[in-house]
């Protein structure tokens, strides 16, 4: 079974820019997080979506959001990059949301560049 | 909130020495505790969580790692070092109930022949 999909893999952008991530769960899988990773730090969480609901929301601007469609993929769109928005953007898919414990399975990232 | 403190940004160890890498962990309610593993320019890898039951964990790799309540740590062992396990490993923090994870800054394992 194919595991957690993410494209692109990699992507230059400038300041001003927008910029659409996309995630493929594993299948089966209805819950989708997503995750920024600065160079040199831990992920730190941006949103979690389960059946299409956005079920949490980290410390985020506005500039970011983020959707989950009906087969549950899901698209990270961010607003007017800025020069610190350059990370690896990871996606996560668990089987659900919450209520109990279920790992989370990380794709291989976007690495996005704003220059 | 939960936060995790990773002491150590680089460790480095010889190959076939103790790997130790030390993780402490603030929840104001009952946690559970992750180690992934990061190589270079992939996702993470879960080495291994602790959830409920016994406090000494294994994992993959011949990881292991052991929940200690009283000191709020739970740090990540391996008896001998390989120099495949070069990488960089993170502790995260989640709270029971949610999936969501809180990661440390990460430590990275360096190992030398």
């Known amino acids: 079974d194919a595991g957690v999909t993410q494209s692109p893999t990699h992507l230059i952008k400038t300041r001003g820019q927008h910029v659409t991530l996309r995630c493929s769960p594993i299948?089966?899988?209805?819950?989708v997080s997503w995750y920024q990773q600065v160079l040199g730090q831990g992920p730190q969480f941006i949103f979690q979506?389960?059946?299409?609901?956005?079920?949490g929301r980290g410390n985020f601007p506005d500039r970011f959001s983020a959707r989950q469609f009906p087969n549950y993929s899901s698209e990270l769109n961010v607003n007017a990059l800025l020069l610190g928005d350059s990370a690896l953007y990871l996606c996560?898919?668990?089987?659900?949301?919450?209520?109990?414990?279920?790992?989370?399975?990380f794709g291989p990232g976007t690495r996005l560049t704003v220059l | 909130a939960q936060s995790v403190t990773q002491l150590g940004s680089h460790v480095s160890v010889s190959e076939g020495a103790l790997v130790l890498l030390r993780c402490n962990y603030s929840?104001?309610?009952?946690?559970?505790l992750f180690w992934y593993v990061q190589y270079p320019n992939q996702g993470l890898q879960l080495l291994l969580k602790?959830?409920?039951?016994?406090?000494l964990v294994k994992g993959i790799n011949g990881f292991e790692a052991e929940f200690k309540k009283s000191e709020t740590s739970f740090h990540l062992t391996k008896p001998s070092a390989h120099m495949s396990d070069a990488a960089e490993y993170f502790c995260?923090?989640?709270?029971?109930?949610?999936?969501?994870?809180?990661f440390g800054k990460g430590t990275m394992l360096l190992v030398s022949p």
């Open positions: 979506y389960y059946e299409k609901e956005e079920r």
């Open positions: 995260a923090v989640s709270v029971r109930g949610y999936s969501t994870l809180t």
């Open positions: 299948s089966g899988h209805k819950s």
């Open positions: 996560a898919s668990s089987a659900i949301g919450r209520g109990q414990y279920n790992e989370q399975f």
């Open positions: 929840s104001s309610v009952p946690p559970y």
């Open positions: 602790y959830t409920t039951g016994a406090t």
